[in-house]
């Protein structure tokens, strides 16, 4: 069994990857922004909304321990830090900014640019924090429509 993970924010995109033979899909950034999401706060899901496709970056990559974030204030620093460092970086010089407790002290604050936070690219595609069964109901909805406009392109054929 092969799933997809990252990139899947609507109905069509887990039209595509059942499609290219995915036997399901994982959904991530897309329920953080739902109104049941109690771990990030309005203002980080308000962060989430203005976000558009590039507003997601990849650091940490000299540890192979890629992460892609949102691009907010703590995420370009690290990327700063990672450019000056070069190949002499250690995780000691970014750890203040990397390590979870950061990240739940912007949290406590309502400060989305304090921490780093996954966050895939399927970020631009947010435009709003509906709940999870609104959501769910709009992605079966999406697929549907999606399928429903491939079906017309196909024809029975006498051959």
């Known amino acids: 069994y092969l799933s997809l993970s990252g990139g899947v924010?609507?109905?069509?995109?887990?039209?595509?990857?059942?499609?290219?033979?995915?036997?399901?899909?994982?959904?991530?950034?897309?329920?953080?922004?739902?109104?049941?999401?109690?771990?990030?706060?309005?203002?980080?899901?308000?962060?989430?909304?203005?976000?558009?496709?590039?507003?997601?970056?990849?650091?940490?990559?000299?540890?192979?321990?890629?992460?892609?974030?949102?691009?907010?204030?703590?995420?370009?620093?690290?990327?700063?830090?990672?450019?000056?460092?070069?190949?002499d970086i250690k995780f000691t010089d970014i750890a203040t900014l990397a390590k979870f407790d950061r990240l739940r002290q912007g949290m406590e604050h309502q400060d989305p640019d304090m921490g780093v936070w996954n966050c895939g690219q399927s970020v631009g595609l947010i435009d709003d924090v509906p709940t999870c069964m609104e959501l769910v109901n709009r992605l079966i909805s999406e697929a549907n429509d999606t399928l429903n406009g491939i079906n017309p392109l196909f024809q029975n054929s006498s051959l």
Do not use: W, Y
């Open 9 to 87: 924010a609507h109905g069509s995109q887990i039209v595509a990857a059942l499609a290219l033979g995915a036997s399901g899909v994982q959904i991530g950034t897309r329920f953080n922004a739902t109104q049941e999401c109690n771990m990030f706060p309005r203002s980080f899901k308000d962060r989430m909304l203005k976000a558009g496709v590039r507003d997601s970056v990849i650091i940490m990559s000299p540890f192979r321990a890629s992460s892609r974030v949102l691009k907010n204030r703590d995420a370009q620093e690290v990327l700063r830090i990672q450019r000056e460092k070069g190949s």
